[in-house]
């Protein structure tokens, strides 16, 4: 199974500061089809999971530009440009590219 | 608007079984992958199984190979989960999601498994 890591666990940060949080992935998740299906999720207190970014950097339909997301091979990135405190949450890298699909252990970003 | 709503969960000894329902609206489901992804209580997401469109390929994760079956009824627009055997373990949120990649989640339902 590929293991996917994620640094740091935890994130303080300042409203309207940067944050970042790396995602490793144990394996290449380059797919035989040419496509890299590394996705990163939001969860909210109290709120299922949401869809945030897929393929490494394509932001889904409705998710502010402050999100963006890089990366390639086994290592990624999501960044948050100015936080908001509507962006407290776990944020979750997932892999799709080889079965079974597996999670990150989750980075907690909360308000200092 | 894309709308997941699980049901079916609740209390069981362990050994027994339930049957979790998702039944889906606002897209073309038969167009659609549908997964079960679920969080134990403080945990992490966790992928359970994924089917394809017409049902004809299912992936599980080896924890509940044997034990947990995903099925779909296309003409209902719904996915299911039925699950056997179940252990303390499998205590969770059940989330039934849209597509491999779980681009859309449901509210999710409660399975907690105690004697």
């Known amino acids: 199974d590929i293991v996917m890591t994620q640094t740091p666990l935890s994130s303080p940060v300042t409203l309207g500061q940067p944050a970042s949080i790396s995602c490793r992935s144990s394996?290449?998740?380059?797919?035989?089809?040419?496509?890299?299906?590394l996705s990163w999720l939001q969860q909210r207190p109290g709120q299922p999971p949401r869809f945030l970014i897929y393929?490494?950097?394509n932001r889904f339909s409705g998710v502010p530009d402050r999100f963006s997301g890089s990366g390639a091979g086994t290592d990624f990135t999501l960044k948050i440009s100015r936080v908001e405190g509507e962006d407290v949450g776990v944020y979750y890298c997932?892999?799709?590219?080889?079965?079974?699909?597996?999670f990150g252990p989750g980075t907690k970003v909360e308000i200092k | 608007e894309v709308q997941l709503v699980e049901s079916g969960g609740g209390l069981v000894l362990p050994g027994e079984s339930l049957r979790l329902s998702c039944s889906a609206s606002?897209?073309?489901?038969?167009?659609?992958?549908m997964s079960w992804v679920r969080q134990a209580p403080g945990k992490g997401l966790e992928w359970v199984a994924s089917?394809?469109?017409?049902?004809?390929?299912?992936n599980y994760v080896d924890s509940v190979k044997g034990r947990f079956t995903i099925s779909r009824d296309n003409a209902k627009n719904s996915v299911y989960l039925q699950m056997n055997s179940l252990r303390a373990e499998d205590t969770a949120v059940y989330y039934c999601a849209k597509d491999q990649r779980c681009s859309y989640w449901g509210q999710g339902t409660r399975v907690t498994v105690s004697s």
């Open positions: 606002g897209f073309t489901f038969t167009s659609s992958w």
């Open positions: 393929k490494i950097s």
């Open positions: 997932m892999q799709a590219t080889q079965l079974p699909f597996t």
């Open positions: 394996q290449s998740l380059v797919h035989s089809d040419g496509n890299t299906y």
């Open positions: 089917i394809k469109q017409d049902g004809s390929e299912k």
